[in-house]
């Protein structure tokens, strides 16, 4: 792990949980951090986005996002945000995924996510009763993966200066002979070097980046008309479609 990211810990004293089940404030990390903690975010209305090494990652709502320990990343929460954030000492981590990854919500998980909101999270130890409901929910979760929303950023700095121009202009209708012009490329070595540095084509990268701004704005209260306008879509329509194939419903009922 780079140095310029050191290890920090929210868990001060011994316990096994940190357990913040008040309110998600909107906030914003600017920095790349890492806990020595295990980092569960269940985020039942809103939308939070963690900036990793390799791009930024969405837990949208009714999601639950975990990242594990050491992984460097800075979390924004959007809005107020509705949801809890848990943190768990390390030798309680193992049954959980090495890499983040967001899980749906499902009305189990839900339920012992409540119940683990009650708990009295000061004991160093967990009681038997306790830890049986956790490996209940490390169970759940292990066969609720969802389709993350991640996305990738290049390396090359030409390539990086046109990904940070798409994401603060998602509506940019620039075509791919328009930017192989302008990063100096050709059609075909910028389709080469895109898909290599990203794992993705042009086209796919930005279909994730209006989702993940689609996200966003729906979670501060945006209609769909609007998002789907500052988005760039020529209709509202073909923004809806969009969206449902990415997420398997409609914005309007995402945003309920």
Known sequence: MPAQYPLQRRIQD????LINAQPLQASSDDVLHRYREGQLWAVRHGVITAELDAGSWV????HIGWIPPGVAHAARVHEAAKGMMI???PDLCPLFPTTPTVFDMTPLSSALLERIGTWDSGAAELSAPVHRQ????????????????????????????MTLTIVADPANKLSLDDWARRVGMSRRGL????RAETGMSLMQWRIVARMKRALELLARGDNVNRVAQRLGYDSVSTFINAFSAQFGM???VYAL
């Open 87 to 89: 943190y768990l000492r």
């Open 59 to 62: 837990v949208p709502s009714r």
């Open 14 to 17: 011994g316990r096994a949980l």
């Open 250 to 252: 409609t914005p309007g």
């Open 134 to 161: 956790l490996d209940v929910l490390f169970d759940e979760l292990k066969i609720s993966p969802a389709n993350a929303l991640f996305l990738p950023m290049p390396s090359s700095p030409h390539l990086v200066g």
């Open 191 to 194: 389709t080469r070097h895109f």
